[in-house]
RNA sequence: GCAGGCGUGGCGGAAUUGGUAUACGCGCUAGCCUUAGGAGCUAGUGGAGCAAUCUAUGAGAGUUCAAAUCUCUCCGCCUGCACCA
């Protein structure tokens, strides 16, 4: 017999794919149900694809076969997100023009594609650095200028000195460049914008064609898409909405403490919190170093020059910095007060560096009592802290502190209460208490290094709550019955230790000894004591809103998408700056058909060097803006592209004077925010794809790719999708209907796979020397698609048997047609077979559907063991096998196919086809039943015997049987039965005392 | 700190409408075959025990005739975000 040769059959069976490329061609004019299976294009890289790739596109590839032989019309394209910071690091480096490097690399990616035997729809392939991709790009930044979407302004990047360039933040990880090592500082420069904050919340469309239309938002969006728990509530994490209210604190009127007196157009600035209800808690207001109110106040502050050395040094400050020191720091700003429109309170203003210039209002009421920053800060500098919000439901408490910590032990013991003593994981010692046969266990963490002397634990009704030094950490809840039973255990206790409790209360907890972060019932605050802190949060709300001192604000932490980069590996942005026309008034914009300007946005100015420019869109017909070559890649602080004259130097196309081109690329991230529509009509020269294709294709049915995308790149996309909707060029708002990821492949030393530590897997060598099959059955194979799996080099010899096993038995098995299918009883067919056959394509079926391969894998090899002992098989049956495989092992099932079906070479002849033009076998539901099962019998739930019963016996004849059995007369000799539950199909159980 | 997730043999993992725990694969053990084997074949393989049997899904409790699966608490690990008021 012919020896099972990898080499040999999968370059044969590449090449007749290639020559059939129909075979994988999505039908743009099929009549047949579409599926769109979609891979997150890979940047390529020069080191060719990696154990991750393989695994996904291994994922996506069998469902992409699957649904082809399940007759759908299946788009599964591939692309290039080529653009990106390496390979222009690279031309750096080596003087070679980034162009043909990327082309290179993206040779080496297909070919290695080809390789794996994966089916894309090579005609439909794209390339984000090819000017008939990035023409498009561009057009989507004209269409979101031109609706005012996209914007210019001032905004802090990432600067590394040394390098004298800016930094994207992905380059600037920890706060140091990642080229040179240097710290990053903050730098202020003209950025491009788009408004990515107008779609957190739906909005109605704007097009006017489509008037009714509302489309989604980025938060509740996330709700109608079949996406990870993990990666919507990183989205929804990333957008950070939280509902609070805006205060106004008025600044000049002393005499401002009659709260009905309104603040009559006074001075005053805005905070925002989302604890209104600890208002009366607050001791000192804080404004960020960038606040605009210090230097409107400059001449009022009476410390300034000590006020401008710390905005100076906090400036100055790198974020590294900012990250390490945890310490506050800040200053007060002398002869400023500010008061409280609730009490009429006078309180002090500081500066600090704690408080974000670009969250909120850049201000802050500070709460020390009820917030753990301000607490840090009022510590520090002797701020008065004034507690306003208690724990509620005060029933009992225990009081434990360290030097009474062995009186306690021994009080334990005293109470005949078990306990163990412990360490949690941050080290604090802990006391584990056993309370009688229920066994509750109270954790009383005695924590020596976090309390002072006679500090103390407390143990309070329904929550539990461990408060150290200064604040809370934790409270957990029991149910009723169980407090009843600690309090009664811990009565002598609590007798014991309540007078010190009482003491520490009133001595501790309200004079700012702690500080307690959760929602509680309000002390201190005049006539909202004893509300709750949601009850406040409303009432006090609405007396800001009466009053008009405040109002209700929802803040989000999202801020616009900063789209510019100064560097040339990028598209570039298609902006024109023209001197003459910011003098004309009411420009229009240059003649665009096919983007419409619904609301007539005028174009925007900007100023350089004090002169203003207007900012002219290329004319469409000038698209795309093509990326020079005349560049020299050492940066110098601008985008290479400034050195290009004749890139930079252009006619305006408004008015025809001289004007200069836009000379910063757009982030990667534009690119990939819309190559989905391209694929479903690539060639489009007109539009960025036509209505019809993108009606007939999307949305992207499945899409799966790195978990390191779950927030940026998929909210990108999910934001160009519900600006195309809100314009009325789509009518669907998500893109993504179902979405997975894949867990990533560590190493074999259980490590991260990477070049530095020398343990990546390289594909290559694997495919060499145990084949593609081989390989994608192995990561299919290794565990479910999302975890996180070691690779196992040993693993993969057990794929290499398992396809030789298959080769061997459809070379040595007599396959036999007995005139009725698989399923008639053949001679010398094995007696279980058929039924075998059926519950392996009803598995395989339903797990490829889950995207379970694992198991699925285990099915097929369940199945070939079982055979494989068989000498003959009915044809049917051996061709129904091969098409459950081939998904998995496309070229092995493709050889053993041809053996079976025609003579070598494949189908020279037109005397057979390939197993792809095949049907996916369906199974019969009867024949996916057992006729027998194993009747399991237990008693009390174990089981203690199994007999063999027809599938569909009644209950009253299994119970007959089951008591029958000599196994179980013996456990039930001098026994009662009181019970016996009988489960169809599965199980008796007989219940005794 | 906040959010999401995980914890089952020597290893990767199966089994979650509660119903035979450890499918499938790797590894390991024994035997066969072979000049040889990091090849192949056969059998075995959670732990303890000669056996009957007992015992085991991070720990403990609860619900149930029955719990890896549901509830609660604790412990440990991973991922993302994080001075976001």
């Known amino acids: 017999m012919e020896k099972y040769n990898h080499k040999n059959i999968e370059a044969k069976w590449q090449k007749y794919w290639s020559e059939q490329p129909?075979?994988?061609?999505?039908?743009?004019?099929?009549?047949?149900?579409?599926?769109?299976?979609?891979?997150?294009?890979?940047?390529?890289?020069?080191?060719?694809?990696?154990?991750?790739?393989?695994e996904s596109y291994t994922a996506t590839d069998i469902m992409s076969r699957y649904l082809r032989l399940k007759g759908k019309n299946v788009l599964h394209p591939q692309g290039w997100d080529a653009f990106g910071l390496p390979a222009e690091n690279y031309a750096i480096k080596t003087k070679i023009q980034p162009a043909i490097t990327t082309r290179q690399a993206v040779a080496t990616f297909k070919q290695q594609m080809k390789m794996m035997g994966f089916s894309y729809d090579w005609s439909r392939e794209l390339n984000s650095s090819e000017p008939d991709y990035y023409k498009w790009t561009q057009w989507f930044f004209l269409l979101l200028y031109k609706n005012g979407?996209?914007?210019?302004?001032?905004?802090?990047?990432?600067?590394?000195?040394?390098?004298?360039?800016?930094?994207?933040?992905?380059?600037?990880?920890?706060?140091?460049?990642?080229?040179?090592?240097?710290?990053?500082?903050?730098?202020?420069?003209e950025q491009w914008f788009f408004k990515i904050t107008d779609f957190i919340e739906p909005s109605f469309a704007k097009a006017t064609e489509a008037k009714e239309r509302i489309t989604s938002g980025l938060l509740d969006g996330l709700n109608k898409v079949d996406w990870p728990e993990s990666t919507k509530a990183a989205q929804k994490n990333w957008i950070g909405k939280s509902e609070g209210a805006i205060i106004k604190f008025s600044i000049f009127n002393f005499q401002f403490s009659n709260k009905s007196q309104k603040p009559n157009g006074q001075k005053y600035f805005e905070v925002f919190t989302t604890r209104v209800d600890t208002i009366f808690g607050c001791t000192y207001l804080v404004v960020a170093p960038e606040h605009k109110i210090l230097n409107e106040l400059k001449l009022r502050i009476k410390n300034w020059p000590e006020v401008e050395k710390y905005l100076e040094q906090s400036n100055k400050k790198t974020d590294l910095e900012r990250m390490e020191s945890k310490e506050k720091t800040g200053v007060e700003l002398k002869g400023i007060k500010a008061v409280n429109p609730f009490n009429g309170q006078e309180l002090p203003l500081f500066v600090a560096d704690y408080v974000l210039a670009h969250y909120g209002t850049g201000a802050i009421m500070a709460v020390p009592a009820h917030d753990q920053r301000d607490f840090e800060f009022a510590k520090k500098y002797n701020l008065p802290i004034k507690q306003v919000v208690k724990p509620k439901d005060v029933l009992r408490s225990v009081v434990v502190g360290?030097?009474?910590?062995?009186?306690?032990?021994?009080?334990?013991?005293?109470?005949?209460?078990?306990?163990?003593?412990?360490?949690?994981?941050?080290?604090?010692?802990?006391?584990?208490?056993?309370?009688?046969?229920?066994?509750?266990?109270?954790?009383?963490?005695?924590?020596?290094?976090?309390?002072?002397?006679?500090?103390?634990?407390e143990i309070i009704g329904s929550e539990n709550i461990f408060i150290f030094k200064d604040r809370v950490i934790k409270n957990f809840s029991f149910n009723d019955k169980k407090i009843l039973n600690i309090c009664q255990k811990f009565e002598p206790l609590v007798k014991h230790y309540k007078s010190l409790w009482e003491m520490l209360e009133a001595n501790l907890f309200y004079q700012g000894w702690i500080c307690y972060v959760d929602d509680g019932v309000l002390v201190n605050s005049g006539e909202y004591n004893g509300l709750t802190s949601a009850e406040a949060r409303e009432k006090m709300t609405e007396w800001l809103e009466k009053e008009k001192v405040g109002r209700r604000k929802i803040n989000y932490k999202i801020r616009d998408w900063l789209v510019s980069r100064q560097r040339?590996?990028?598209?570039?942005?298609?902006?024109?700056?023209?001197?003459?026309?910011?003098?004309?008034?009411?420009?229009?914009?240059?003649?665009?058909?096919?983007?419409?300007?619904?609301?007539?946005?005028?174009?925007?100015?900007?100023?350089?060097?004090?002169?203003?420019?207007?900012?002219?869109?290329?004319?469409?017909?000038?698209?795309?803006?093509?990326?020079?070559?005349?560049?020299?890649?050492?940066?110098?602080?601008?985008?290479?592209?400034?050195?290009?004259?004749?890139?930079?130097?252009?006619?305006?196309?408004?008015?025809?004077?001289?004007?200069r081109r836009e000379s910063d690329t757009m982030d990667t991230f534009v690119c990939s925010s819309w190559y989905y529509f391209r694929y479903a009509d690539v060639q489009n020269k007109k539009e960025f794809a036509g209505k019809e294709m993108i009606k007939k294709w999307l949305p992207v049915d499945l899409y799966v790719g790195g978990a390191e995308h779950t927030v940026l790149h998929l909210l990108y996309a999910r934001f160009f999708t519900k600006v195309l909707h809100n314009l009325g060029y789509i009518d669907f708002d998500e893109p993504f209907l179902k979405l997975r990821h894949q867990g990533i492949i560590l190493a074999e030393d259980g490590r991260k796979m990477s070049k530095s530590l020398g343990n990546v897997v390289n594909p290559d060598e694997v495919v060499k020397q145990y084949g593609a099959d081989a390989l994608r059955l192995f990561e299919m194979f290794m565990g479910p698609l999302e975890d996180m799996k070691p690779w196992n080099t040993r693993g993969i010899i057990g794929q290499v048997r398992f396809l030789e096993k298959i080769w061997q038995f459809y070379h040595k098995v007599k396959l036999t047609d007995c005139g009725g299918g698989a399923n008639k009883p053949c001679e010398n067919v094995p007696e279980g077979m058929p039924r075998l056959l059926h519950k392996t394509i009803k598995k395989i079926t339903e797990d490829i559907e889950a995207l379970r391969f694992n198991t699925a894998i285990a099915q097929l090899m369940i199945f070939i063991n079982f055979a494989s002992k068989a000498e003959t098989m009915p044809q049917a049956a051996a061709e129904k096998f091969l098409i459950l495989l081939a998904p998995f092992a496309p070229h092995l099932a493709e050889e053993l196919w041809a053996n079976i079906k025609s003579p070598l070479p494949?189908?020279?002849?037109?005397?057979?086809?390939?197993?792809?033009?095949?049907?996916?076998?369906?199974?019969?539901?009867?024949?996916?039943?057992?006729?027998?099962?194993?009747?399991?019998?237990?008693?009390?739930?174990?089981?203690?015997?199994?007999?063999?019963?027809?599938?569909?016996?009644?209950?009253?004849?299994?119970?007959?049987?089951?008591?029958?059995?000599?196994?179980?007369k013996k456990w039930l000799v001098g026994k009662e039965a009181v019970k016996i539950i009988f489960v169809k199909g599965k199980l008796v159980n007989i219940v005794i005392k």
Not at 423 to 439: F, M
Not at 581 to 605: D, L, M, V
């Open 22 to 54: 129909e075979l994988y061609t999505a039908a743009d004019e099929s009549g047949k149900d579409k599926q769109y299976i979609l891979d997150m294009f890979p940047y390529p890289s020069g080191n060719g694809l990696h154990a991750g790739h393989v």
């Open 149 to 189: 979407l996209a914007y210019k302004k001032k905004a802090k990047v990432n600067w590394c000195a040394s390098c004298q360039t800016v930094l994207a933040n992905e380059q600037a990880e920890g706060g140091v460049c990642e080229r040179c090592g240097h710290p990053v500082t903050q730098k202020d420069m």
């Open 402 to 457: 360290i030097t009474v910590e062995e009186r306690f032990k021994e009080e334990l013991k005293r109470n005949g209460i078990k306990f163990e003593v412990g360490l949690s994981k941050n080290k604090r010692e802990h006391i584990r208490v056993i309370l009688g046969k229920k066994q509750i266990e109270i954790y009383i963490k005695l924590a020596q290094t976090y309390l002072k002397p006679d500090s103390w634990v």
């Open 568 to 659: 040339y590996w990028g598209a570039p942005i298609p902006i024109i700056y023209c001197r003459k026309c910011s003098e004309i008034s009411n420009n229009q914009f240059p003649i665009s058909k096919q983007i419409p300007n619904p609301k007539n946005i005028k174009f925007q100015t900007t100023i350089f060097d004090g002169e203003e420019y207007a900012m002219i869109p290329v004319p469409e017909k000038d698209l795309p803006v093509k990326l020079p070559t005349d560049v020299d890649f050492m940066p110098t602080g601008q985008s290479p592209l400034v050195n290009s004259e004749s890139f930079h130097k252009v006619k305006c196309p408004v008015c025809g004077s001289k004007a």
């Open 906 to 968: 494949p189908f020279a002849k037109g005397g057979s086809h390939s197993i792809f033009k095949e049907k996916w076998p369906e199974y019969d539901k009867n024949m996916v039943k057992n006729e027998t099962i194993n009747l399991v019998i237990q008693i009390n739930g174990k089981t203690r015997d199994m007999i063999k019963v027809s599938a569909d016996i009644s209950e009253a004849e299994a119970k007959k049987l089951a008591l029958a059995s000599e196994k179980i």
